[in-house]
Structure formats: C-alpha cells, structure tokens
C-alpha cells in the first residue's frame, strides 16, 4: 500500500518561505522510478499541477509558480519536496504531491498554505 504524506504547510506573510515535504512509504514504491508532482486547490477552483520532477531529476513549473518554487528530491530518504519563495495570496491553497500524472489511490490528506499579512 502506497501511502503520500504531506507536510510543511503553514500560514506565512506575502514574501514568505515555506517549504514542503512528501514522505512515500510502501514496499515497492519509490521516487526515483516515477515523475513525481506538486499540486494544489484552492478553495472553489479545482486541482492544478504547480510542479513536477522527472525520473531524470528536472523540474518543471506552472507559468504561476516559475521562478519562485523549486521542487527537489531525496531518493534516499523517498521524499519529494517543494521550496516556495517569495509567496503571494493566491498561493493559498492545499498542497498533495501525487505521481506525474497522479493516481487516483495515492492521494494524501495535504497539507494547508495560507498566504497573508
């Protein structure tokens, strides 16, 4: 059993910093095998991929987030990651990390951004 769980969230000032990880557990499940990928909602709005990070380690950015959130990976510890800098309001939302693209099983609980002064 595949189990993601997300955490780093937090309420942060516009400018801010946060960063977030995704620990994978499972018997056979790990990172480097697969694209892994950053997603969000906010509330009312549906799901959208902010990043993902090929099996050859290259990361790849939503137009909205480029420049200002990198997302990394430890195979050793099977932990993705998602640094975010430079935080805006509509940056609020709840953050998952899931399988590029996702699998419907593999959803965690995610863990809550919230963005304001």
């Known amino acids: 059993q595949v189990q993601l769980v997300e955490s780093g969230g937090g309420l942060v000032q516009p400018g801010g910093s946060l960063r977030l990880s995704c620990a994978a557990s499972?018997?056979?499940?790990?990172?480097?095998?697969?694209?892994m990928g950053w997603y969000r909602q906010a509330p009312g709005k549906q799901r959208e991929l902010v990043a993902f990070?090929?099996?050859?380690?290259?990361?790849n950015y939503a137009d909205s987030v480029k420049g200002r959130f990198t997302i990394s990976r430890d195979n050793v510890k099977n932990t993705v990651y998602l640094q975010m800098n430079s935080l805006k309001a509509e940056d609020t939302a709840v953050y998952y990390c899931?399988?590029?693209?996702?699998?419907?099983?593999?959803w965690g609980q995610g863990t809550q951004v919230t963005v304001s002064s």
């Open positions: 899931n399988t590029n693209p996702p699998r419907d099983n593999y």
């Open positions: 499972g018997s056979i499940f790990s990172i480097s095998a697969m694209a």
């Open positions: 990070i090929t099996r050859g380690g290259i990361g």
